[in-house]
């Protein structure tokens, strides 16, 4: 869409532009070249949400929208119906009018076999009389189908699959996409109308991001991408929806009127490939770089089967793959049935869906006393794994299912992603099913259950539940917390049963005595495990409290309040208010990490542990004052190859690094290694953050 010499020209606009927004006349400057900073800011969504491939800071683009948008508040009769501030919504829609496609929408005939395909071939060579078609194949994106008409090169309206011939029009939803163009040149193309077939979709980073925050605030997440991506679309809050960063792929004309003959018979494409060409070239993300070309079957088999083994490596889900016959000519001619196009097939990838019987609802306790229902399932393969239990995480995600027990349910998984109940099916219910109880008192305590306003989540209040104290003693004895080797959760359920440990302090007083007249304990052993005990004595401060368990402490916002103090206890002076000054702490970790210090059981088990002998003091405080690292910030992702994680964050605070829990602009260094996910994709939208190897990490550390 852009050349290199209009990038160019843009970019160094750009500059100037940010440049005269500190000015205190800026609405001088937009009054002379309004359109100007419109079309800087369509280039950089282009750039950011077409191509994934920004220029700018989101600091500073939203520096120039929120110039342009204030001074369109503040003159109103500059406003234009394509302008960027145009795609917020304002407040509520009222309904999704019904409306007809230009062009119905019919569904694709499936394939799942190469004999599929084959049969497929050949019915369009006897269709056409050609020996050998040419096939362009593109991936089958796995999301909310949609059509867009624009006339006039501007965004008339967006409406959804419907039922083939109608659809709901939700074109306030469609313009919270930022991939989808408000207006396109196809006048350039000769065309005055135009309807286009595309997918909504949320990609995976988005929806797991999208899910983490639900389930932070105690929300039930969505079940996968494609439900997120297709309930959005009819969601009446357009705020929401733009919140949910959705993505679109157009990928079909199904509807021209041309506006010049001429143009038509020159600028045109004559293939499905040039059509993608030409959607891409007007701002579109069309599946441009995706899509292969093919002459023949064969090659087109080989193709499909390669790319569902490296289906899970793309940023967004996908269940197949589309072939098309390129000609558009030839599109014509093979005409289609009342179904489906004759000139086109799905080939579907193997199945990550299964339905299976919900047999029972266990309840456990977590550390937090957060009470989680796990379904019991009839055993089930779904995506090369057989699944036998999944968490329901909690009583509103039982009744949003709508969930009895017996009930056959449809059961997902993608990739390495947790299975999902996807939904329920009343319809085939014989009347022997039975309503979910949830406990009102806790499962192994009986103590009552309490859930907070705000909470979705019913917990188990009492420090004392045998389930709280295991938990608990579990993570402290963790990898990443005291990383006591050879305690492992199947010592500690033994220890806790046979009475050896009630509580933490415990794990330091063990009787290795009476552990040694137990099976698989020998001399050499339990060796093992007391000086692993002794060696956890010197654990650093930040691993302590981490170890704690305090609730939204990670090991990062442990590594913030260890620095904050001297003293462990010392953060029982620090107020609410005090403690979110802190780096990275918001309201819930500052609530929770104040109600932790001041809890008199709390202080007391501490109190025992500094007696014991651990590290209470911080003896990393303030130690480094200039290093290599000083003033830089750092993020490890993947799998390093010749540092253990927790080795290499070490060297960054031993040579006067920060460490950073997120990708944000406040990071310098993102050190990407082997199987790097979301926190790269991430990284790369951000011009400042510098992505690095491990040997590059390496070569920064002084010798």
């Not at 800071?57 to 508040?73: I, P, R, V």
């Not at 960027?84 to 829609?93: A, E, F, N, S």
Request: proline letters at 4%; aromatic letters at 8%; glycine letters at 6%.
């Amino acid at each position: 869409m852009y050349n290199s010499t209009q990038t160019t020209a843009l970019q160094n606009s750009t500059k100037t532009w940010l440049a005269n927004v500190k000015a205190k006349n800026i609405s001088d400057f937009i009054s002379k070249d309004i359109e100007g900073l419109r079309n800087i800011l369509r280039f950089h969504e282009y750039r950011y949400y077409v191509q994934n491939n920004p220029l700018i800071s989101d600091f500073e683009y939203d520096t120039l929208y929120k110039a342009l948008e204030k001074f369109e508040q503040d003159n109103p009769g500059t406003i234009t119906k394509d302008s960027p501030t145009q795609r917020v919504g304002k407040g509520l829609i009222k309904d999704f009018p019904k409306t007809a496609h230009l062009v119905p929408m019919l569904s694709l005939e499936n394939s799942y076999n190469a004999d599929d395909l084959i049969d497929f071939d050949r019915k369009a060579k006897e269709l056409s009389g050609l020996a050998q078609i040419e096939y362009c194949v593109e991936p089958k994106f796995d999301g909310a189908s949609i059509s867009l008409v624009y006339e006039n090169n501007m965004l008339l309206r967006g409406v959804t699959r419907g039922d083939g011939e109608v659809g709901d029009e939700i074109t306030l939803n469609i313009m919270q996409i930022k991939s989808v163009p408000l207006s396109a040149k196809f006048s350039e193309y000769g065309i005055g109308q135009v309807e286009i077939r595309g997918e909504v979709l949320m990609n995976k980073n988005n929806f797991k991001a999208y899910n983490d925050a639900l389930i932070e605030e105690g929300i039930p997440p969505l079940a996968n991408p494609r439900n997120a991506a297709a309930g959005s679309l009819r969601i009446k809050d357009t705020a929401e929806v733009s919140r949910r960063n959705l993505e679109a792929f157009l990928y079909h004309v199904s509807f021209i009127s041309n506006s010049n003959q001429q143009a038509k018979d020159t600028k045109q494409p004559t293939t499905h490939a040039g059509m993608l060409e030409m959607l891409w070239n007007l701002g579109f993300r069309s599946p441009k770089n995706e899509m292969k070309i093919f002459n023949g079957i064969e090659d087109v088999i080989k193709h499909v089967h390669d790319f569902e083994k490296e289906r899970d490596a793309l940023g967004y889900e996908i269940d197949g793959m589309v072939i098309k016959v390129n000609d558009l000519h030839l599109q014509d001619e093979l005409g289609m049935t009342s179904h489906h196009p004759r000139w086109a097939i799905a080939f579907k990838f193997k199945a990550r869906q299964g339905t299976s019987k919900l047999i029972a609802v266990d309840f456990q306790v977590g550390r937090t006393g957060a009470v989680t229902p796990v379904a019991k399932i009839e055993p089930v393969q779904v995506g090369g794994v057989t699944v036998s239990s999944i968490s329901i995480h909690n009583e509103d995600y039982i009744k949003e299912k709508n969930l009895m027990l017996g009930d056959t349910i449809l059961i997902e998984r993608s990739g390495d992603v947790i299975p999902q109940i996807v939904k329920s099916f009343p319809e085939l219910r014989n009347g022997k099913e039975k309503k979910i109880q949830f406990p009102t008192h806790c499962p192994v305590c009986g103590h009552a259950l309490f859930k907070p306003e705000e909470d979705a989540v019913w917990r188990c209040i009492n420090l004392n539940c045998a389930a709280h104290i295991v938990e608990g003693i579990i993570h402290f004895v963790s990898k990443d917390a005291m990383d006591i080797k050879s305690f492992g959760e199947a010592n500690v359920r033994k220890f806790y049963e046979l009475g050896f440990i009630k509580n933490i302090p415990d794990i330091y007083n063990l009787p290795f005595e009476k552990i040694a007249q137990l099976d698989g304990f020998g001399e050499k052993s339990i060796g093992k495990l007391q000086q692993a005990i002794e060696d956890s004595k010197k654990q650093p401060l930040n691993r302590l409290i981490y170890a704690l368990g305090i609730r939204y402490v990670g090991e990062t916002t442990a590594k913030t309040l260890a620095r904050a103090v001297d003293h462990l206890l010392q953060l029982a002076d620090y107020s609410e208010e005090q403690l979110k000054q802190l780096e990275d702490i918001g309201v819930k970790v500052a609530k929770t990490v104040y109600e932790f210090f001041h809890n008199e059981d709390n202080i007391r088990l501490l109190s025992q542990l500094e007696q014991l002998g651990l590290q209470f003091n911080n003896s990393n405080k303030n130690l480094v004052t200039g290093g290599n690292l000083t003033g830089q910030t750092f993020l490890f992702t993947g799998t390093l190859v010749q540092l253990k994680r927790n080795d290499a964050e070490a060297l960054v605070e031993k040579n006067g690094g920060k460490l950073l829990s997120a990708v944000s602009s406040n990071l310098n260094y993102l050190v990407a290694g082997e199987k790097a996910g979301s926190k790269l994709e991430k990284a790369k939208k951000i011009p400042s953050v510098k992505i690095i190897s491990e040997e590059d990490f390496l070569k920064m550390l002084p010798a």
